[in-house]
């Protein structure tokens, strides 16, 4: 689904990631920890070209994307066609990202009318049939600052899947949520992850890596340092600075 080789990322003269190679089988939930700066985030924006990469190559289900090769030399895609490949790519921030002026309904159809991919109908039986999957169907007609944190997040996550994204990726989707509202998040997350929606989540949550992640990814300091099932990542990594993570994230919750 998503094939990353030799990535290198510099922000100016700062290497935030260091010679990065992954794949993302199709169907599989890959979770992401790692502490604070070690570019997790970079990482899942380059994954759908939000970031210019400096070398290697990212492909979208065996396409690349970003830069193409012609005649010989490599240069930027043009932006229709990123734009094209991006829409494959659902993505949930961590501070949800809504439009405050449009209701719930509003948002989640935005995208699919403005790109002419569905009529206005089509749209409206969508966000109904995910505001329902998300447990909001009563708040179609609300505007986000009447909803809670989880809530919001619940939208964004309709709204990302409103275009029928192959893949979805999420930033820390919990961070900014009151402890009570987080799993509320995770059970909508869980219930994509069951339907076989191919996932790369960077979460604090260790319960989620741990029910939900096919493999976890570790990163440190720009590098994956570690990459493994989640029984092996929890019990017996390999890397002393998995340890070291895992031990002050675990002994902080
Ligand atoms: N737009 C930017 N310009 C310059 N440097 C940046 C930019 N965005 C991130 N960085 C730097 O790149 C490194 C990686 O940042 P990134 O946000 O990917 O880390 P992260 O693992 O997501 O951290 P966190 O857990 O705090 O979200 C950090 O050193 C950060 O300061
Ligand atoms: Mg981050």
Same mark, same amino acid.
């Given at each position: 689904m998503?094939?990353i080789t030799n990535l290198d990322?510099?922000?100016?003269?700062?290497?935030v990631?260091k010679d990065?190679?992954l794949t993302?089988?199709q169907?599989e939930?890959?979770?992401i920890?790692?502490?604070s700066?070690s570019?997790?985030s970079?990482?899942l924006?380059?994954?759908n070209?939000?970031?210019?990469i400096?070398?290697g190559q990212?492909?979208?289900e065996n396409q690349?994307?970003g830069m193409?090769?012609q005649?010989g030399?490599?240069k930027?895609?043009p932006?229709?066609?990123?734009n094209?490949?991006?829409e494959k790519?659902?993505m949930v921030?961590q501070?949800f990202n809504l439009?405050?002026h449009l209701s719930?309904?509003?948002?989640?159809?935005?995208?699919?009318?403005?790109?002419g991919?569905m009529?206005?109908?089509?749209a409206?039986?969508?966000?109904?049939?995910?505001?329902a999957?998300?447990?909001l169907?009563?708040?179609a007609d609300?505007?986000?600052d009447q909803?809670s944190?989880?809530q919001?997040?619940?939208?964004a996550?309709?709204?990302?899947?409103?275009?029928?994204? &192959?893949?979805?990726l999420?930033d820390?989707?919990?961070?900014?949520?009151?402890?009570?509202?987080?799993?509320?998040?995770?059970?909508?997350?869980?219930e994509?992850a069951?339907?076989g929606?191919t996932?790369?989540?960077v979460? &604090?949550e260790m319960g989620?890596a741990?029910?939900?992640?096919?493999?976890?990814?570790?990163?440190?300091?720009?590098q994956i340092?570690?990459?493994?099932k989640?029984d092996?990542?929890?019990?017996?990594?390999s890397?002393?600075?998995?340890k070291?993570?895992?031990?002050?994230v675990?002994?902080?919750?």
């Amino acid at each position: 689904m998503i094939e990353i080789t030799n990535l290198d990322k510099y922000y100016g003269s700062h290497h935030v990631l260091k010679d990065i190679n992954l794949t993302i089988g199709q169907g599989e939930v890959v979770v992401i920890i790692g502490p604070s700066g070690s570019g997790k985030s970079t990482l899942l924006r380059c994954m759908n070209y939000l970031e210019p990469i400096q070398s290697g190559q990212i492909s979208i289900e065996n396409q690349p994307i970003g830069m193409i090769e012609q005649n010989g030399k490599h240069k930027e895609m043009p932006e229709n066609q990123l734009n094209k490949m991006r829409e494959k790519v659902g993505m949930v921030f961590q501070n949800f990202n809504l439009f405050p002026h449009l209701s719930v309904r509003e948002n989640i159809t935005l995208s699919p009318l403005t790109l002419g991919k569905m009529n206005k109908k089509t749209a409206n039986e969508t966000a109904s049939t995910l505001l329902a999957k998300v447990g909001l169907s009563d708040r179609a007609d609300a505007y986000p600052d009447q909803l809670s944190g989880g809530q919001k997040q619940r939208v964004a996550i309709a709204r990302a899947l409103a275009m029928k994204p &192959h893949v979805m990726l999420f930033d820390e989707p919990t961070s900014a949520l009151d402890p009570e509202l987080i799993g509320e998040v995770l059970d909508a997350m869980k219930e994509l992850a069951r339907e076989g929606m191919t996932m790369v989540v960077v979460t &604090h949550e260790m319960g989620f890596a741990k029910d939900m992640a096919d493999r976890v990814v570790v990163m440190d300091q720009g590098q994956i340092i570690e990459v493994d099932k989640p029984d092996v990542i929890f019990q017996n990594p390999s890397q002393e600075r998995t340890k070291t993570f895992l031990h002050k994230v675990l002994t902080h919750t």
